[in-house]
Each structure stands twice: as structure tokens, then as C-alpha cells.
């Protein structure tokens, strides 16, 4: 049977992953975590590790043989120390990398991110797009990508990079918990033009990614876009408010250019005040969710991925 060690287990990504390979595949899975919690999903076998401590790592393979490395863990709260995103993202990869190719293991697929092409102007990309990183996360993503990439073509290990765009699902920590705050208030916050469309993922839809790249089994490690589906911006937030259910709502309309400006006013609090964090909303956000944000995904379905959640099974899980 096939051992799989998924890192961020805990997270909404390695839940949802581990839960959709319990009930559609008969994998081994290790789930390597930071502190082991009772409500983790069953199905996985959880290992408590650090990707900043590299003995705990080593651990791991010393005691288990891995077939797959499925690298989903990193630190993603943009309230994030700077440096904590180049220690985990960066050198926790190079780190898990670096053990998993010295104990054989045959293939990694990361989860990456479709912040490493920052700023575009075309309302849908593909693969191919430059990529202009940003901020301090989305630069430490890409360094992780290059890692895999170079390291698993040096070591003729298999696999690929998953650059996702939003994750929105069960235990989601990022966006569902902001767009909450506005609803608890009885608000809708409407960003820029309501009508722009962006893409969102679901951890499931993300586990079927990894089935079809891994059955390829790629020798040249490529990045693919999974994307479950498109929805307008109004869509969401009128689906994510009916699901949470505090009637009546309210409507607030804030323009782009206005979004724009408070995220450079919060940035640069940030940046000028101590213990110098990174925003809690950034530029980088405001343009993620502010306008129209979609990615061409005829790469991943090629290699055989086509997504099950649409909007309302997605709001569904993420709304509890
Ligand atoms: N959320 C998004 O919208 C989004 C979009 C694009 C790409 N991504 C990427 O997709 C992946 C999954 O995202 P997610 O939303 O599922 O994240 P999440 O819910 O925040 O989960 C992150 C996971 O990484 C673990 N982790 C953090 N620091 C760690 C460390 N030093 N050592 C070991 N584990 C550590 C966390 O453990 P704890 O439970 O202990 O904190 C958690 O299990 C991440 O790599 C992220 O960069 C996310």
C-alpha cells in the first residue's frame, strides 16, 4: 500500500485531503503535525514534528519508509513574522527535501501558491505567466518551489507543484474567519465590483489533483493550477452570509481603489510601528479578492483532474 506523509496535517488543506483519501483511496497516510489534537480527521496515523527542527524530520523517515511526500504544511497567516515564513516555507523545505531524497522516497507534490505571480493584468492566467512575487509569503513560496523542482529533477524523484488560489473549506483560518467578522455584524462587504470572478479550490478538489499527478508520474516537475470553481465575488459572500445566517444583512460597497488605499495605509502601520509584523491585510489581498483573479487550469485537466465542489458545496463544508 502506498505510504503518503502529508506535512500540515492539521491545517484545513491536510484535514480535507486526508479526509478525501480516506473515503476514495486506500492509502498509509502519516500526517505530520505540530501538537496532536483529539478532533484530528481519522484516517491518517499523526506524527508530531517541526519543519523548523530538522531532528524531528529525521525522525520520520528514519522510522517509516515513504513512498510520497505530499508537502502541504508552511506558514501562511500574512500577521506572520517575516523571517517565520523564509524559516518554514524556505528552509523547512529545503530541509524535508533534503531528507526525503537521502531515504529514497520517490515522489513530492507541493502545495504551492498562485501569489507567486503577483501582479497581473489579464483577468485569467496560465503556467506561463512571469512570476513577480510580492510579499515576503509569496516570495518564500517560490524559493520552496524552485527546492522541489531542482532537487527532485537532480534526484529523478517524480511529482509537481500545485499553485493554488484560495483555499476555502472546513477549519478554514484565513479568509472565512475575516468574511465572518463583517457577517457577524450583519454586513456584506462588497470589494470592488461585485461582479469580478475568482478562483477558489477546495482541500478535496486538491487531494484529486494530487491522485492525477501522481499517476503520471511527471519526471519534469511542472506547476499546475487546481481550481474547483469560479465564482463571482457577490456570489460568495451572498452564499458564505445565507449559510451563517444572521438576517438581515447590509450592504457595503467599498470600491477598489478605496480597498487599495487602506491595505497600503494598513501595510505601512505595519511596517512603521514595533514588532514591525507583516500586515494583516496587505496590498497583495486587496488585489486577491478585490478584483478579478481567475486561472486557466487545462494543464492539470490533461493530467486527468476535473473538480468535484462547486460554490455551494464548498460554502457547505467551510460554514459549520
Ligand atoms: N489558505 C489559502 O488560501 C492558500 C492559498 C494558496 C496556497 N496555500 C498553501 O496551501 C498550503 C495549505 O494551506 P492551508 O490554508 O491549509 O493552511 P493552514 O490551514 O494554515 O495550515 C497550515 C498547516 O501548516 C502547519 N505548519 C505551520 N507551521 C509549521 C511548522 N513550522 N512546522 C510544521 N507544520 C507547520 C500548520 O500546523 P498548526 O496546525 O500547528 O498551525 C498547519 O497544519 C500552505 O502551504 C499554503 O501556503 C494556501
Not at 505510504?3 to 479526509?19: E, F, M, N, P
Not at 484516517?43 to 519543519?51: M, N, S
Not at 524530520?57 to 508552511?74: A, M, N, Q, T, Y
Not at 531524497?101 to 506561463?128: H, L
Request: charged share 25%; with cysteine; proline share 6%.
Amino acid at each position: 500500500m502506498k505510504k503518503i506523509l502529508i506535512t500540515g496535517a492539521s491545517g484545513c488543506t491536510g484535514q480535507g485531503v486526508i479526509k478525501y483519501f480516506r473515503e476514495n483511496h486506500a492509502y498509509e497516510i502519516l500526517g505530520l503535525v505540530r501538537k496532536k489534537r483529539r478532533d484530528l480527521e481519522p484516517g491518517a496515523r499523526y506524527i508530531e514534528g517541526d519543519l523548523q527542527d530538522r531532528s524531528s524530520l529525521e525522525k520520520i523517515f528514519r522510522e517509516s519508509r515513504i513512498d510520497s511526500l505530499f508537502h502541504v504544511g508552511g506558514a501562511v497567516d500574512p500577521h506572520n513574522n517575516k523571517e517565520l515564513f523564509y524559516r518554514v516555507n524556505k528552509q523547512g523545505t529545503r530541509e524535508l527535501v533534503d531528507l526525503a531524497v537521502r531515504a529514497g522516497v520517490g515522489e513530492i507534490i507541493y502545495c504551492s501558491s498562485t501569489s507567486v505571480y503577483g501582479k497581473f493584468d489579464q483577468p485569467q492566467i496560465d503556467e506561463e505567466h512571469p512570476l513577480n512575487p510580492q510579499g515576503h509569503y509569496a516570495r518564500s513560496k517560490l524559493m520552496a518551489e524552485n527546492i522541489i523542482t531542482r532537487e527532485c529533477e537532480k534526484a529523478g524523484i517524480t511529482g509537481g507543484i500545485l499553485r493554488l488560489p484560495i483555499i476555502l473549506g472546513k477549519n478554514d483560518r484565513h479568509l472565512y474567519p475575516r468574511l465572518i467578522l463583517f457577517n457577524r455584524f450583519h454586513i456584506i462587504p462588497m470589494f470592488g465590483d461585485p461582479g469580478h470572478r475568482l478562483s477558489i479550490v477546495h482541500p478535496g478538489d486538491i487531494a484529486r489533483a494530487f491522485v492525477a499527478v501522481s499517476e503520471k508520474r511527471f519526471r519534469k516537475i511542472n506547476s499546475f493550477h487546481v481550481v474547483s470553481c469560479n465564482p463571482t465575488f457577490r456570489e460568495l459572500m451572498l452564499k458564505t452570509a445565507g449559510a451563517y445566517n444572521r438576517n438581515p444583512y447590509y450592504t457595503l460597497y467599498i470600491p477598489y481603489p478605496l480597498l487599495y488605499a487602506g491595505a497600503f495605509l494598513i501595510e505601512m502601520t505595519f511596517r512603521g510601528v514595533p514588532p514591525y509584523k507583516e500586515a494583516t491585510f496587505s496590498r497583495e489581498y486587496a488585489r486577491m479578492i478585490g478584483r478579478e483573479w481567475t486561472f486557466a487550469t487545462s494543464r492539470i485537466e490533461k493530467a486527468g483532474y476535473s473538480p468535484i465542489m462547486d460554490i455551494d458545496a464548498i460554502v457547505n463544508d467551510m460554514v459549520p
